[in-house]
């Protein structure tokens, strides 16, 4: 038995099945919009009617209402298998987090908040470059002790590095 393949996939396309997913949506977003044309025109004439019963004041038949809303749920379905097709056409960027940048200066920032903090337990006091460098990474807490900004930092860039990683993997 020979397995042939349909026109116009490549082998990207067998191990990727994104190309294939978009052709497909693409063709359930043609039906959809087939179907909505259709509905349009079943009730072209129940719109004629609907605009005659508000032009002369009355309230417009329930069955034209029907088929008026067939015809907007229609679109509105069509509306939305478009969409998903475009979404799985467009190419998704690599994320554009430097997560090496990051994990390097989360981490260098808690050396900094460490040498603070031994500074302090030994009595010598932290130098002020590690000072301006905590406060350079949470500028918003400048009113705390600097054994409060060195804690605080380091929870800070603990959490920034759970959130880089939820991020790359996709668990948010």
Not at 28 to 47: N, Q
Not at 49 to 68: F, T
């Amino acid at each position: 038995m020979v397995r042939v393949e349909p026109q116009g996939i490549d082998l990207q396309e067998r191990v990727d099945k994104k190309p294939e997913r978009a052709r497909q949506a693409l063709d359930e977003a043609h039906r959809a919009e087939e179907e909505m044309h259709e509905a349009f025109e079943r009730s072209l004439a129940a719109r004629a009617r609907v605009l005659s019963a508000q032009a002369e004041g009355r309230l417009p038949d329930p069955d034209d209402l029907a088929w008026l809303e067939a015809y907007y749920r229609r679109a509105e379905v069509a509306a939305a298998k478009g969409l998903h097709f475009v979404a799985l056409s467009k190419l998704v960027p690599p994320p554009n987090v430097p997560s090496r940048k990051v994990k390097k200066e989360s981490i260098e920032i808690m050396k900094v908040a460490l040498r603070v903090l031994t500074a302090i337990t030994d009595k010598s006091g932290p130098r002020r470059a590690d000072l301006d460098g905590l406060l350079a990474f949470a500028p918003d807490l400048t009113r705390l002790p600097p054994d409060e900004l060195a804690c605080e930092v380091v929870q800070r860039a603990m959490k920034r590095q759970v959130h880089l990683q939820r991020a790359l993997q996709g668990s948010y």
